[in-house]
């Protein structure tokens, strides 16, 4: 079984930035995918941004240009970096893994203020 303990929620002024982590611990054989994904009130989840086991990333074009996903291989640790947020970059944020199977964080608030 692995776990996944995210961190770096928070509230934030238009504008601003903030950065999450997740890290992954537990029975670990080799992490494939670790992305974001976001879901707002009201809305369905929704691909933020993703980066492979290599350093190949993908994000949502809402948010390209403004957020970086980056990975520490040797700790199991995916990041998002958040950068000129938007009153709609406002949701809980989710991290989640592809290893032997799927696994999801318990989920981070974001809240960005106008």
């Known amino acids: 079984q692995v776990q996944l303990v995210e961190s770096g929620g928070g509230l934030v002024q238009a504008g601003g930035s903030l950065g999450l982590s997740c890290a992954a611990s537990g029975n670990i054989f080799s992490i494939n995918v670790m992305g974001w994904y976001r879901q707002a009130p009201g809305k369905q989840r929704e691909l933020v941004a993703q980066?492979?086991?290599?350093?190949?990333?993908n994000y949502a074009d809402s948010v390209k240009g403004r957020f970086t996903i980056s990975r520490d291989n040797a700790k199991n640790t995916v990041y998002l970096q958040m950068n000129s947020l938007k009153p709609e970059d406002t949701a809980v944020y989710y991290c989640?893994?592809?290893?032997?199977?799927?696994?999801w964080g318990q989920g981070t608030q974001v809240t960005v203020s106008s």
């Open positions: 980066i492979t086991s290599s350093g190949i990333a």
């Open positions: 989640r893994i592809i290893e032997r199977r799927l696994y």
